[in-house]
């Protein structure tokens, strides 16, 4: 396998909430010979902008996600929202045959979620990783917009040692969706109850995902109930080595 140069999209949630996601992802990625830098230029995508109906806001962000991303780097992101963003929404936001549109289009091409960028990019779904116990999955909404479907249980199914137990309803929606569980919180609430009821009768002793959003909300809803079910992003599990 040729080494490449890879940038880190850490997202904001990833880098506010969940640091150790990044580090993980770096980790690994160097781990499988790969070059990785930090684009320090980097801030928040825009998405809350753009859901919020704010379209020069997001426009704005997106010109300068762009422009810290310039250049011929593979970016890899462990979040299918903000991937979804960069590679379907950024190029909507510029007229087409405009020159952000052109710069839009080129960044979408070159960024990859993260199991996307293992699985359908490198065509590895062992990473190395060992595990010892019963793990869960829960299917991230956004991961749908970018037309993946099992490339994180495969990668899951992948690590030495590991049991894997399905959840019922794994693909449901947690309840987050950024705004959503503040505009509706009575809706997000018995929905992340839902999702949390079908991960604890799978007995597994960690549930993994591949959205800081998603894993805050389980995590937080988990946490509140006294559980002790560990909550995991799909690169901290592929990250282990015991």
Same mark, same amino acid.
């Given at each position: 396998?040729?080494?490449?140069?890879?940038?880190?999209?850490?997202?904001?949630?990833?880098?506010?909430?969940?640091?150790?996601?990044?580090?993980?992802?770096?980790?690994?990625?160097?781990? +499988?010979? =790969?070059?990785?830098?930090?684009? !320090?230029?980097?801030?928040? %995508?825009?998405?809350?902008?753009?859901?919020?109906? #704010?379209?020069?806001?997001?426009?704005?962000? @997106?010109? &300068?996600?762009?422009?810290? #991303?310039?250049?011929?780097? /593979?970016?890899?992101?462990?979040?299918?929202?903000?991937?979804?963003?960069?590679?379907?929404?950024?190029? &909507?936001? #510029?007229?087409?045959?405009?020159?952000? &549109?052109?710069?839009?289009?080129?960044? *979408?091409?070159?960024?990859?979620?993260?199991?996307?960028?293992?699985?359908?990019?490198?065509?590895?779904? $062992?990473?190395?990783?060992?595990?010892?116990?019963?793990?869960?999955?829960?299917? !991230?909404? &956004?991961?749908?917009?970018?037309?993946?479907? /099992?490339?994180?249980?495969?990668?899951?199914?992948?690590?030495?040692? +590991?049991?894997?137990?399905?959840? !019922? =309803?794994?693909?449901?929606?947690?309840?987050?969706?950024?705004?959503?569980?503040?505009?509706?919180?009575?809706?997000?609430? *018995?929905?992340?109850? $839902?999702?949390?009821? %079908?991960?604890? @009768?799978?007995?597994? $002793?960690?549930?993994?995902?591949?959205?800081?959003?998603? +894993?805050?909300?389980?995590?937080?809803?988990?946490?509140?109930?006294?559980?002790?079910?560990?909550?995991? =992003?799909?690169?901290? +599990?592929?990250?282990?080595?015991?």
């Amino acid at each position: 396998m040729l080494a490449m140069q890879l940038s880190l999209m850490i997202t904001c949630l990833g880098d506010v909430v969940r640091p150790e996601v990044g580090k993980a992802v770096v980790r690994l990625l160097r781990r +499988l010979g =790969h070059e990785v830098d930090f684009p !320090a230029a980097q801030t928040c %995508c825009g998405q809350p902008f753009y859901n919020s109906g #704010f379209s020069d806001l997001a426009r704005a962000q @997106a010109q &300068h996600t762009i422009a810290a #991303f310039a250049g011929e780097r /593979t970016v890899v992101v462990p979040s299918g929202s903000c991937a979804a963003m960069v590679k379907v929404e950024y190029p &909507h936001l #510029f007229e087409e045959g405009s020159e952000w &549109h052109g710069r839009a289009v080129e960044l *979408a091409n070159r960024t990859f979620e993260l199991s996307d960028f293992l699985v359908n990019k490198l065509g590895i779904t $062992d990473v190395g990783a060992k595990f010892e116990g019963k793990v869960t999955y829960h299917y !991230a909404c &956004h991961l749908r917009g970018l037309g993946l479907q /099992t490339e994180a249980e495969k990668l899951i199914r992948g690590v030495q040692g +590991l049991t894997y137990v399905p959840a !019922a =309803h794994e693909d449901q929606c947690c309840g987050f969706g950024g705004s959503f569980s503040v505009r509706y919180p009575s809706i997000s609430t *018995a929905m992340v109850a $839902d999702k949390t009821r %079908c991960i604890l @009768a799978t007995g597994a $002793d960690a549930v993994v995902s591949t959205d800081a959003g998603c +894993l805050m909300n389980i995590g937080g809803k988990l946490h509140r109930e006294g559980r002790e079910i560990r909550v995991l =992003h799909l690169a901290e +599990l592929l990250e282990s080595k015991a």
